[in-house]
């Protein structure tokens, strides 16, 4: 089992960018895969991106592919989320989660262990 804690989250207006981190702590970093979910008021967490164990495979939702980056530095036990081009849609709580298992995209909300959330408010 690990802790991750985001940071990084705030408020932004349509056509800004943020960059969230997720700091792992507790075992090896290079041995979990990471992904990155949202969720916003009254809808169900839904899936960002992946990065692989190595970060050589990454992984996004239709509805970030192009504007959102995902990355890692094994050596800082740190994942991140490059986020451009900001849309008011894209305000939720994110999470990342580390777990063991490779998963891409294919990733549950039951699947791993998961940091506490961090604001993402985009204002139109």
């Known amino acids: 089992q690990v802790q991750l804690v985001e940071s990084g989250g705030g408020l932004v207006q349509a056509g800004g960018s943020l960059r969230l981190s997720c700091v792992v702590s507790?075992?090896?970093?290079?041995?979990?895969?990471m992904a990155w979910f949202r969720q916003a008021p009254g809808q169900e967490r839904e899936f960002v991106a992946a990065?692989?164990?190595?970060?050589?495979?990454?992984y996004y939702a239709d509805s970030v592919e192009g504007r959102f980056t995902v990355s890692r530095d094994n050596a800082k036990n740190t994942g991140y989320l490059g986020m451009n081009s900001l849309k008011p849609e894209d305000t939720a709580v994110y999470y990342c989660?580390?777990?063991?298992?490779?998963?891409?995209?294919?990733?549950?909300?039951?699947?791993?262990?998961w940091g506490q959330g961090t604001q993402v408010t985009v204002s139109s």
């Open positions: 990065i692989s164990r190595s970060g050589g495979l990454t």
């Open positions: 507790g075992r090896a970093f290079s041995s979990y895969a």
């Open positions: 989660a580390a777990d063991r298992a490779d998963r891409g995209r294919y990733w549950r909300t039951s699947q791993g262990d």
